[in-house]
Structures are given as C-alpha cells and as structure tokens.
C-alpha cells in the first residue's frame, strides 16, 4: 500500500508510485504526463500576480530533494506540484500545490480566513467575488478541510503553511490551494486528492 514515504530518494522509482496513485484517484486510463525538478532550480512562479509560493513552503528547509510537475487532465488547465522531501535515507510526498485556471475572472485577490475549531471560515479580498463565494452553500467548509496544514505520515509530522488564492490571469482567474496528504488505513496508506481538488475548482468557477 503506497503511503507516499519511500525506503529511496530516486525520482525514477518514486515518480511513477505517485503518477500510478493520482491516476488511480482522477480514474484516469491514460499516464499522467509529469516533470522532475531539481531542488537546484528553485521553485516557479505560477503567475506574475502571485508571490512565491514555493518559497513561502520552503520556509528557510533545505530538505527539498525535487518536485514532481504533474499537468492534471480534464476540461481546464490544472497542475499538482508534489513536493518531495528527505527522511534520512528514504523521502515522503510533503506539499500538494495545486492550481487551476479558471474561465471566470475576479478584479481583485481572494484569500479564505484562516481555520477555526468553531464556525466555517469565510472567502476574504475581491468584495464581489468574495460574496459569490460565500454565497455558495458549504463551499467555503469544503475548501477548509481540503487545505489540510498538519499530517501525521508515520513518525513523520509534517506541517505547511495554509494557501489559497484566486488571483486575476489572463482573461480570467487562478485558483491555487496547498494541502497535506491524507492519511488513510491507520497510516499504511495515504491520498492525493487530486479528484476533490478538481471538484472544488469547478464549484468555485460556477459560483464566481
């Protein structure tokens, strides 16, 4: 059962157990076309309006081995940048950066308020985007609990700062939310959730 730490650090080996496990989560028949990049290259900027988020997840560590690219399929353009970190000897799938384009714009930055042990946070920024949003019955909840910033993989407690953001792009909007792997079968197994974050991107495209 693949729970997204390995025994190496070789993106030739780990590479393909996390394009087979988010395959298996989208139902997607055909590979998933992905790319390596090297921790040496830096983290990309996903748009000129977003500040650097890989920088923002590097917090100072320097236990970043590489980044897995994938070009997510489906009807808009998406992508998953699975970060890879090092344990000793082996390594484990830490931040899910994902993003999405989307087909309605916003004039301004949407942000959500930060989590809450009571009461469902809100969509903050864009006034009139913020308000659609909110508007949406449970959109905001869900959101909430897909942007999980703590995950206990084995012994390994991994944390991530919360990031979301709709920013305008290019006659339209990018939606970006980093997340945790999600820990399933008492920690022997563990999920992308690459299905859900299709799904949120096309709620929030409906309600913008």
């Known amino acids: ?76 353009e998406a992508t998953l940048r699975a970060r890879v970190e090092r344990q000793g000897i082996g390594a484990y799938v830490g931040s899910l950066l994902y993003s999405a384009t989307l087909a309605r714009p916003v004039a301004g930055e949407v942000s959500i308020e930060g989590h809450k042990s009571f009461g469902t946070p809100r969509f903050l920024g864009d006034a009139t985007a ?41 006659g339209g909007s990018l939606l970006v939310i980093n997340t945790l792997p999600r820990m399933t079968s008492m920690g022997l197994g563990a999920e992308v959730d690459a299905r859900e974050f299709v799904e949120i991107a096309a709620a929030i495209e409906a309600s913008l």
């Open 130 to 170: 913020a308000a659609r949003l909110n508007a949406a019955k449970d959109l905001a909840k869900r959101v909430d609990k897909f942007a999980r910033t703590e995950a206990e993989m084995g012994s390994i407690k991994v944390k991530a700062p919360r990031i979301f953001a709709i920013a305008p792009h290019e």
């Open 1 to 76: 059962m693949n729970n997204l730490i390995y025994g190496n650090q070789d993106p030739g080996k780990i590479g393909p157990a996390v394009e087979e496990k988010l395959r298996k989560d989208l139902g997607a028949t055909d590979p998933i076309e992905y790319q390596v990049e090297d921790a040496g290259l830096g983290a990309t900027n996903l748009a000129s309006v977003l500040v650097d988020i890989g920088a923002v997840l590097g917090g100072g560590r320097t236990s970043l081995l590489f980044t897995l690219v994938f070009s997510l399929p489906g009807a808009r």
